[in-house]
């Protein structure tokens, strides 16, 4: 089917509901003569004629009836898609795509997300896992989350976690027969627990005090890619881990794991979210970015 028939049909229509083109063209808020050429063209376009035409009065013909009976049901089902269209406009509705980095899901939004989707029960919510900077808009996610170092300098970005801090852990058996690092780069004669990202690449690990910055590509014979299994992995001794902090929060404070390197750990920007524009945000997403959005 030609798409441009749509139009002229619902012209026709319009024009055999109030039986004038006059009528026809206020409705439609067109000109008359606008009118009449769309109920033209289609005529041409199907090879028939539609309306009875005289200088007092307009009326469908019988093929024009015949059509009107199977246009109507027609135009209604599309009138009915719009106002559905545009009830989203103001109700947070619909399929809502997110990437972020898995810790961003364990430590923040997976605790909340009882809550959301309870709030908001018309809002079909998708959690896409990838550690590196994802173009959002081809790869056709509504927004993504990042830390502050990697978002792009075109985004609109929106906090929605607290201060981040690091903290290196091991074992207290892991330093039985070892001395424990003073420096950063005290890690290159440890076994530590690499990490490599989604992307491909290895975690340098990065610390800074009194604004010295110091990058260690540390060695190790154990490589993983979540937090989970990198604790559970220190826990058993494999080596010295690299975590955030509110990670292993009890396991420092019961002893399982002990701290070293404290002083180079500074805290830094928790996540935020990124979107391209503001202009015509679906509901969906400004009702999980009000959601979200953390505050101090």
């Known amino acids: 089917m030609d798409r441009s028939h749509l139009a002229q049909l619902a012209v026709f229509s319009a024009v055999a509901a ?12 067109i000109a008359p ?3 009449s050429h769309a109920v033209s063209r289609l005529e041409e376009r199907i090879g028939v004629r539609l309306l009875s035409r005289t200088t007092r009065s307009v009326a469908p013909t019988e093929e024009g009836r015949l059509l009107l009976e199977r246009l109507g049901p027609a135009l209604t089902e599309i009138d009915a898609a719009l106002e559905a269209v545009t009830e989203t406009r103001s109700r947070p509705a619909g399929n809502l795509r997110i990437t972020a980095p898995r810790f961003v899901t364990d430590m923040l939004l997976a605790p909340r997300l009882g809550e959301f ?3 908001y029960p018309d809002i079909t919510l998708e959690l896409s896992h990838e550690d590196g900077f994802t173009d959002i808009v081809a790869a056709g996610f509504d927004a993504g989350i990042r830390l502050e170092e990697s978002l792009e300098a075109d985004m609109i970005a929106v906090r929605i976690g607290p201060l981040l801090r690091g903290a290196v852990v091991a074992a207290p058996s892991y330093f039985d027969a070892r001395e424990k690092p003073a420096h950063p780069r005290d ?3 440890h076994r530590c627990i690499q990490r490599r990202f989604s992307n491909g690449t290895f975690y340098v690990w990065d610390f800074e005090k009194a604004g010295e910055k110091v990058f260690v590509p540390v060695p190790g014979p154990l490589i993983l890619d979540a937090d989970r299994p990198t604790i559970v992995a220190a826990l058993a001794g494999a080596g010295i881990a690299y975590v955030f902090e509110i990670r292993v929060a009890q396991e420092l404070e019961d002893g399982r794991l002990v701290r070293v390197l404290e002083d180079w750990c500074e805290p830094y920007p928790g996540p935020y979210l990124y979107y391209p524009s503001r202009r015509q945000m679906r509901p969906a997403l400004r009702a999980f970015i009000d959601f979200f959005r953390h505050s101090d």
Do not use: D, I, P
């Open 33 to 35: 003569s606008a009118v």
């Open 187 to 189: 890690l290159l004669h």
């Open 18 to 29: 109030h039986r004038s083109f006059r009528g026809a063209a206020k409705e439609l808020g």
């Open 117 to 119: 989707l309870g709030r």
